[in-house]
Nanobody
Framework: VQLQASGGGLVQPGGSLRLSCITS????????MAWFRQEPGNEREFVAVITWGGAVAYYADSVNGRFTISRDDANNAVYLQMNSLLPEDTAVYYCAADRLYNKRPSPDAMDYWGKGTLVTVSS
């Protein structure tokens, strides 16, 4: 099983980034996909989740209206479009897969994890 996140980088406040997570080794369309993030010294926190087929998505209050999660089952990929970025969005972002569905999944509930990609929002 592999989940490879990419797309992080340095961006100014108010800017945008699009994160990608390409997966392999499991039946992607049967899994809900989520993004989490973690700042140094803090616990990993939920950002967004999308159900099988992409019918439903939920977001953390802190990113709702600014971030959009999407998936491409044909290419076993999940994306996170991040707009109007704030300095407090600075973190390492991780994609994860869960066979079950939860509106606000706990990191402990996820089945598979990828390595993170660093997003830095700074002027």
């Amino acid at each position: 099983v592999q989940l490879q996140a990419s797309g992080g980088g340095l961006v100014q406040p108010g800017g945008s980034l699009r994160l990608s997570c390409i997966t392999s080794g499991f039946t992607f369309e049967l899994y809900t996909m989520a993004w989490f993030r973690q700042e140094p010294g803090n616990e990993r926190e939920f950002v967004a989740v999308i159900t099988w087929g992409g019918a439903v998505a939920y977001y953390a209050d802190s990113v709702n209206g600014r971030f959009t999660i999407s998936r491409d089952d044909a290419n076993n990929a999940v994306y996170l479009q991040m707009n109007s970025l704030l300095p407090e969005d600075t973190a390492v972002y991780y994609c994860a897969a869960d066979r079950l569905y939860n509106k606000r999944p706990s990191p402990d509930a996820m089945d598979y994890w990828g390595k993170g990609t660093l997003v830095t929002v700074s002027s």
